[in-house]
């Protein structure tokens, strides 16, 4: 059975829910449980909504490919977006900030529930979707990071770890 699949998604509303639908069957095709495979949805479209903050010019910029990976008892997900360097290195910046801090408590309920005031007083930057991060974190219980490639290829994942006793929980 193969161990990994990969979608392109272009910028368009409903293309978020077709990318869950084929996640979900695949999590499933691997005996992963209801809850898991939710949680993972769950992942995947925050990663989604953070990439889509990047903005690119180019026609073909904005989309995006989702990659999901499990290797043992690990489940990987991984989106990927071109991004324009200059145009970015604010967001980039943030983007990096915010995970550093989110990464930085050994609890990330800390930070959740901080982000989740934030927004809650309209604080926030909403199109930067920072409080996605700190909810894949804690309810996903996912280690987040990102670099951007040598061609200026976004790649921000979520490695989410379910445990070695957990029958695919």
């Known amino acids: 059975m193969k161990n990994s699949i990969a979608f392109k998604l272009k910028p368009r509303g409903n293309e978020i829910a077709r990318i869950g639908e084929k996640g979900k069957k695949f999590l499933k095709s691997h005996g992963f449980s209801d809850n898991s495979v939710q949680i993972q949805i769950m992942v995947i479209r925050e990663l989604i ?5 990047f903005e690119n010019q180019r026609p073909s910029g904005n989309e995006m490919s989702v990659h999901i990976f499990i290797e043992e008892n690990t489940i990987i997900a991984e989106v990927r977006k071109s991004v324009c360097e200059t145009t970015h290195d604010n967001q980039l910046q943030k983007l990096d900030e915010t995970i550093q801090w989110i990464r930085g408590y050994r ?11 934030e927004s809650s007083q309209n604080r926030l930057d909403i199109k930067s979707n920072l409080f996605g991060l700190a909810k894949i974190a804690y309810e996903a219980g996912a280690v987040l990071d990102f670099y951007v490639s040598e061609d200026n290829i976004l790649n921000l994942s979520a490695v989410r770890n379910i445990g070695e006793n957990c029958k695919r929980c």
Do not use: L, N
């Not at 909504?49 to 903050?53: C, E, R």
């Not at 609890?107 to 005031?117: E, N, Q």
């Open 49 to 53: 909504k953070s990439g889509k903050a």
């Open 107 to 117: 609890d990330p309920y800390t930070p959740f529930m901080m982000m989740a005031r």
